[in-house]
């Protein structure tokens, strides 16, 4: 199993929010320092504001021997007016998605963007860069840096929904992908329609409580990531995600980004790197990480894959919760999360992935504040949940009506591209096993049915929650889409979603007027 991790530090060269007085050198200088101190290799992405200044360009020659530079591609103001284009922020730099973002201009004006921001980076450092990151890039331009200038790996953002105005809801969980031609946040099925530049995964999101806690809060302060300026600044969860990540389970391979933006400031990240840099040098000398640059990771990753691999993380714990347990597993085709507390199972997502379904921004600009990139539901546990009326979305394993408590949940790997979930209870056992294009579940247990749980009213947006529960204090306005169809059909549960059709193939088992699902001769069978 080869663990990787990206140590990435991206720069801004300006911070205008009112209050926020911060020395935006000392964070990278204090980050080279610790870096060198541990023997660490990592990367630093330019905004195109620091990439012009003289004084940003200097720090970066005092890490050059080790570091490896590459381009931030959030949109400031001397970029597009350098283009001959207006500027329409608020701030030189804005980060509302119609000025600070490469989807918030037409697509020939993206072309034009990019090719400035590779123009200047070659004037300064005498090449083009190997990496490239930002919150989220659209596909036309990720086509663009892969095949016009060769750029080996992007990096954007984990999953949220409305945080800072940006939903990515539904996408690869973890590790990388191929991007589609269609939808930068859709992993291609077919080599036809991929982007060949690996897409990481940012932030090292807890997998357990960083996908819901917008819902259920957990009582934590800070986001559950490994960003040293959140919960990543608490030792002792560093040390369980770490232990949970890299701890021997995984399809293919195991990845998470560490490293801050600059303009948190020092005084909130220091701590966290602190402790995280000297901690990931030390599993790296006993062997269990390898320390790779982003282009260094996505270059391994098309040396390794062709196509994007099935990919699991497997959480044997929650941090502080030991009866809590999470798998997430995820292919080209479809990702979904299995988590156990308490005893009681619940599918708390599952996503289809259809790489001709086109993102909102493909051929038209971003004209909000907010942006929305997503994949297809079958169930979205955070956004289908309603705390407020005690609904907890999720498809349940049930018997007569009530949740199934088991006893016992152990997972295995037993191929390249198979995960398999036993659960026993004195009603009998269940195997559910996760392949590439398949759900498999077996069961000796009589009556079991699967039941969607959800608030039909968050299904189908019928109720305005999305900026009251999503928003936060950069931007308060959060895009959602909901589905406008689901019904059972002939052998098929059947979706409408942003005007797009999809369905689950039910192979084996009966479908509920509900869309429930009950076996036939022990076996339900889904098919993608």
Known sequence: MKNIVNIINFVRGLEPREGRNIDLQK??????????????????????????????????????????????????????????????????????????????????????????????????????????????????????????????????????????????????????????????????????????????????????YAYDHQVFGYGFRHCPTLEPGQLGRNAEWCDWFFGELFGGSGLCFQYTQAGQENSFGWEKMGEGIEYQFPRIAEMEREGKVQVMTLGEAGAWYRDTYSVTPAATIAAASAWEKPDCQSIWYYSRFYRINLLMDGGVLRVRDMYLFNEKYPSHYLTKRCDSHACEFRNLPVMDGVIYSNPAKGITAGVYLTRDGEPIRWDDMRYEETAPDQAVITLTARCGEVKIILSESEVLLRTNAEKLRLCPVYDKERVFGTSRFGDETFANHNNRKTNLTFITRARAEQGTIGFTFDGFDYSLAVREGEIGEDLSLTPVSGMIRIQF
């Open 27 to 208: 964070p990278i200088r204090e980050q080279i320092r610790v870096m060198r101190e541990n023997g660490l290799r990592g990367t630093f992405l330019l905004q195109y504001d620091a990439l012009i200044s003289k004084d940003f360009q200097a720090l970066m020659e005092e890490c050059r021997d080790f570091c490896e530079i590459g381009l931030w591609l959030e949109i400031v103001e001397p970029l597009v007016t350098r283009i001959g284009e207006e500027w329409k922020g608020r701030y030189p730099w804005d980060w509302y998605c119609d000025v600070g973002f490469l989807i918030g201009y037409a697509p020939e004006v993206r072309i034009r963007l990019v090719d400035e921001a590779m123009s200047k980076f070659k004037e300064v450092f005498g090449r083009y860069p190997d990496s490239v990151g930002s919150w989220h890039i659209d596909a036309v331009s990720m086509r663009h840096l892969s095949e016009t200038y060769g750029v080996r790996a992007c990096c954007i953002c984990r999953d949220q929904v409305g945080t800072d105005g940006y939903t990515m809801q539904g996408g690869y969980y973890n590790q990388a992908y191929y991007p589609s031609v269609n939808n930068m946040f859709c992993p291609a099925s077919t080599e036809e329609n991929q982007i060949d530049m690996p897409v990481f995964r940012m932030l090292g999101s807890d997998p357990i």
